[in-house]
């Protein structure tokens, strides 16, 4: 028999297991790659733009890369590499606006689940139908569309998907007995003051209570409540960590399956159509155990059931009354209202993370996709040479995910100090890019990521920083949240990263627009890591979990 934490446990990593393929087999290399080859395939040569791009590649040599491929959207010619940068900005956008909308949803209980699930097959059913959209149809333009789905699916989905973490690290077995001991020993603390109370009477029989100080007992609660404290940063950090290496896991293993069908076809557009496909279906059906182990509505008490307290808003919703439309209405006022300066001040070292998240998602996401479209568009490498960095990056990042943690141990680091130095070892990536400009790493034929061997080597350095970043990143905005307003504040952290990862994609593909050379991206991405340090490193964790603790939501009549 499955202990009710182990259920909800094995439910939380199920679907884990099944969404990270998404982002590792199409969010990341395929969708960037295929997008590209649908632009491609319906693209001109620049600047003539009387030849077509599919045309010439067969008289090229394989090393020699194919010319500047631009495509018409409408009236506007945009580069083939600019035509996927713009639709993951699009899609990121609408991601963003959707999960305003569904904070509150993801928040209340009963319907996280069902949120989670809706979400999760309506875009594992957009990938699947990569499959059957041909890039020589006239409807190529929806390939666009379905990414766009796609990518809000599975963005809302993981709202929901991360409102289950910190009740999951609360409820794991180590931090129950730190709760316990902790709570046991404030009890005594309390007791014991009361009863050594000592009544003094005064020359003139006056009494005077006068307690007792129980410095030692004091001691004893403060380090029960730190142990409790650690315990509870650890068993966030294990799990989310744990999730995507196990996340990790599965999309090499499905890297490895695409491997064969791309090789033998030569990187055809279908190819990878079918693998964009494939990870749809793996979504989809891993997502089962979730539905099975999940808690839904049907396993909340009664009492709970009957009546969701928004612990935010402080207003008892009867389940009865619970509107949709109203839900979604309610959730744009609350994020008004969470962002108003007076509730700032209450939780500024959680917007402080938020404020470095802004910059920090979008770069590494875009160090991600640049290098991809990079990789394919200025060293020209083969769908298979991109499919095997696709499959060392998360290799590479299950080392980093289980190494961290160990060194971390071992140094005695905080969360906020390894991603300090996980930040400071990316922000190297780009930075080595740069160096392509110069022209002496072109004559000797290495260095400066001007060789699509560098780019192998590169591949497995970011992953091992890559794994460990977002396990961190997600476990140290957990110690900074308002117990009971976790989906909450994880929509925000969500609409922070949506809300930059829009602007990154549409900035990188103007400036490959504009200089015809995705190089130049390097420089902005350096920027935007090396802009978030100071910002980190000026958060007060200690103090940004008190703050947490004691918030408490004002509305803006001030009740």
């Avoid at 899609?91 to 909308?101: D, E, G, Y």
């Avoid at 290495?446 to 977002?470: D, R, S």
């Amino acid at each position: 028999m499955i202990s009710q934490f182990r259920q909800k446990y094995y439910g939380w990593l199920s679907y884990a297991f099944a969404s990270e393929v998404f982002v590792i087999v199409s969010l990341t290399l395929f969708l960037p790659i295929c997008l590209e080859q649908f632009a491609r395939d319906n693209g001109f040569l620049f600047p003539e733009k009387t030849e077509r791009c599919s045309s010439v590649v067969s008289k090229l040599d394989a090393d020699e890369p194919p010319g500047r491929c631009v495509v018409k959207i409408g009236w506007l010619w945009i580069d083939s590499a600019s035509f996927s940068l713009y639709v993951f900005s699009a899609s990121v956008l609408l991601q963003a606006l959707t999960v305003i909308s569904v904070g509150g949803i993801a928040n209340h209980p009963p319907h996280r689940k069902v949120l989670l699930l809706t979400c999760a097959w309506a875009g594992a059913l957009a990938a699947t139908f990569f499959l059957p959209l041909s890039s020589s149809s006239p409807l190529w333009f929806l390939s666009a569309l379905l990414a766009i789905i796609a990518n809000v699916g599975f963005g809302t989905s993981v709202v929901a998907m991360n409102a289950y973490l910190p009740s999951l690290a609360k409820e794991s077995p180590e931090v129950v007995e730190a709760y316990a001991e902790f709570r046991n020993a404030q009890d005594d603390d309390a007791h014991h003051t009361y009863e050594d109370e000592l009544e003094v009477v005064d020359d003139n029989n006056v009494d005077v209570a006068e307690p007792l100080v129980h410095n030692r007992n004091r001691e004893v609660t403060d380090n029960l409540k730190s142990r409790y404290e650690t315990a509870f940063s650890r068993a966030t950090s294990r799990i989310s960590s744990f999730g995507i290496a196990l996340g990790y896991g599965a999309g090499i293993f499905l890297l490895f399956v695409a491997l064969i069908p791309v090789t033998m076809m030569k990187g055809t557009t279908f190819s990878l159509r079918l693998a964009i496909s494939l990870s749809g279906i793996w979504w989809a059906v891993f997502s089962i155990p979730a539905l099975i182990w999940l808690p839904g509505a049907q396993s909340l008490p009664a009492e709970e059931d009957a009546v969701w307290t928004d612990a935010a808003m402080g207003n008892a919703v009867p389940a009865g009354k619970w509107s949709l439309s109203k839900e979604i209405g309610a959730a744009w006022k609350r994020l008004a209202g969470m962002l108003r300066w007076s509730e700032i001040k209450k939780l500024r070292n959680t917007f402080k993370f938020l404020a470095a998240w802004f910059l920090l998602s979008d770069a590494f996401t875009m160090i991600t996709s640049t290098a991809i479209l990079f990789g394919k568009t200025s060293l020209n490498m083969q769908p298979s040479a991109l499919i095997l960095i696709g499959i060392i990056v998360p290799s590479s990042g299950i080392l980093g995910s289980l190494f961290w943690p160990r060194l971390q141990r071992y140094y005695g680091w905080s969360n906020l100090r390894v991603l300090v130095i996980l930040l400071v070892l990316a922000s190297l990536i780009p930075a080595y890019g740069c160096l392509g400009f110069i022209s002496v790493f072109h004559r000797v034929g290495f260095g400066g990521l001007t060789t699509q061997g560098e780019m192998f080597g590169l591949a497995v350095f970011f992953g091992f920083v890559l794994g460990a970043f977002n396990g961190y990143a997600r476990a140290f905005y957990a110690e900074l949240l308002p117990p009971g307003e976790e989906a909450r504040w994880y929509g925000l952290f969500s609409i922070t990263d949506k809300s930059s990862s829009f602007i990154g994609p549409l900035l990188v593909g103007l400036i490959s627009d504009l200089t015809g050379n995705i190089r130049y991206a390097f420089f902005f991405l350096v920027v935007m890591l090396w802009a978030a340090i100071p910002v980190l490193r000026s958060v007060d964790v200690e103090r940004g979990r008190t703050d947490a603790q004691k918030y408490k939501y004002s509305s803006s009549n001030g009740t």
